[in-house]
């Protein structure tokens, strides 16, 4: 069943992805990136943690990006294996520049926002409405 | 002391797991649809159901936006379920104050916009990919980070 739009989202394929994004937060709130103090914590090099959470997942996902498509043709339930370029311009320094900035001062990033509605942490609704209008002021101003 | 408790002074099988387990939900999320699921995109893609500026109707938003929210909901629940098995069912609270919340937030929703990704985006997927400008936009957003990090704890102290 080839799709004209590879990312068509059917039933089975909704499913997947509400548990994927239910390992991706249950994960973050075990390694305690859901608290901020810990990221910052880090940027102050208190605590190392937070490299293994980054080179666990990286490696696993490594593993998946490198190892699926050469053991399947396609993915499971359809489709194909999409890949995400990324490119190194004037964008990404600037918006990664920036990026660091704000994560710096809240300790805070677009997975641990989104978490912190299931942890129940209300403190980090400022930072999530801020990640909502700085996505929005973005879009607005973008000349694409 | 040992090295170990130097660098993870809280102990390291807990950040170690819990980064698996990130890194199973995004190769879950690839070898079952084939998607790459960073985080920072759905804050683009959601908007697109609400403005109808070009920007946000661009068919990377628009094709993306459906599975993108339920991937963002995936992570409420996974949130919600570490709560009440794990962490006793008490809502957390951080000691970081709001303005810094709301101003660093925004920093970050339009950074991570403008450079294309964020910690999981570049940081997880891109390196997982074996990305050099992810690995150029890591090294970038840990500098700005520990730099503005460090002058915060200095102005504070």
């Given at each position: 069943?080839?799709?004209?739009?590879?990312?068509?989202?059917?039933?089975?394929?909704?499913?997947?992805?509400?548990?994927?994004?239910?390992?991706?937060?249950?994960?973050?709130?075990?390694?305690?990136?859901?608290?901020?103090?810990?990221?910052?914590?880090?940027?102050?090099?208190?605590?190392?943690?937070?490299?293994?959470?980054?080179?666990?997942?990286?490696?696993?996902?490594?593993?998946?990006?490198?190892?699926?498509?050469?053991?399947?043709?396609?993915?499971?339930?359809?489709?194909?294996?999409l890949t995400q370029p990324?490119?190194?311009?004037?964008?990404?320094?600037?918006?990664?520049?920036?990026?660091?900035?704000?994560?710096?001062?809240?300790?805070v990033c677009p997975g641990?926002?989104?978490?912190?509605?299931?942890?129940?942490?209300t403190d980090i609704l400022?930072?999530?409405?801020?990640?909502?209008?700085?996505?929005?002021?973005?879009?607005?101003?973008?000349?694409? | 002391?040992?090295?170990?408790?130097?660098?993870?002074?809280?102990?390291?099988?807990?950040?170690?797991?819990?980064?698996?387990?990130?890194?199973?939900?995004?190769?879950?999320?690839?070898?079952?649809?084939?998607?790459?699921?960073?985080?920072?995109?759905?804050?683009?893609?959601?908007?697109?159901?609400?403005?109808?500026?070009?920007?946000?109707?661009?068919?990377?938003?628009?094709?993306?936006?459906?599975?993108?929210?339920?991937?963002?909901?995936?992570?409420?629940?996974?949130?919600?379920?570490?709560?009440?098995?794990?962490?006793?069912?008490?809502?957390?609270?951080?000691?970081?104050?709001?303005?810094?919340?709301?101003?660093?937030?925004?920093?970050?929703?339009?950074?991570?916009?403008?450079?294309?990704?964020?910690?999981?985006?570049?940081?997880?997927?891109?390196?997982?990919?074996?990305?050099?400008?992810?690995?150029?936009?890591?090294?970038?957003?840990?500098?700005?980070?520990?730099?503005?990090?460090?002058?915060?704890?200095?102005?504070?102290?």
């Open positions: 069943m080839n799709n004209l739009n590879p990312h068509t989202l059917s039933l089975p394929k909704a499913v997947v992805t509400l548990a994927a994004g239910a390992l991706f937060g249950f994960g973050l709130s075990l390694a305690t990136m859901v608290q901020p103090e810990v990221v910052i914590n880090f940027l102050l090099f208190k605590d190392w943690g937070l490299m293994l959470v980054m080179g666990g997942a990286a490696g696993l996902a490594m593993l998946a990006y490198k190892g699926f498509p050469r053991w399947f043709i396609r993915p499971l339930l359809g489709g194909q294996f990324s490119n190194w311009n004037r964008q990404t320094v600037i918006g990664s520049a920036i990026f660091g900035i704000g994560w710096g001062l809240s300790g641990p926002a989104i978490a912190a509605l299931g942890t129940g942490n400022w930072a999530l409405g801020g990640i909502v209008l700085g996505a929005l002021a973005h879009g607005l101003t973008a000349r694409d | 002391m040992n090295l170990i408790e130097t660098l993870f002074p809280l102990g390291w099988q807990h950040y170690l797991l819990g980064g698996l387990t990130i890194g199973a939900g995004v190769a879950l999320l690839f070898l079952f649809n084939g998607w790459v699921g960073g985080m920072s995109s759905v804050f683009s893609s959601s908007w697109s159901f609400v403005s109808k500026r070009a920007f946000f109707q661009q068919a990377r938003f628009v094709s993306t936006r459906n599975w993108r929210l339920v991937y963002a909901l995936g992570v409420v629940l996974g949130a919600l379920v570490w709560r009440f098995t794990l962490a006793g069912g008490e809502a957390q609270h951080t000691s970081v104050s709001a303005w810094q919340l709301l101003v660093g937030g925004f920093l970050v929703g339009y950074g991570a916009r403008l450079g294309n990704g964020c910690t999981s985006g570049h940081g997880i997927c891109g390196l997982g990919s074996l990305q050099l400008p992810s690995l150029f936009a890591v090294l970038t957003f840990m500098a700005t980070a520990f730099i503005t990090a460090n002058l915060m704890a200095w102005s504070l102290a």
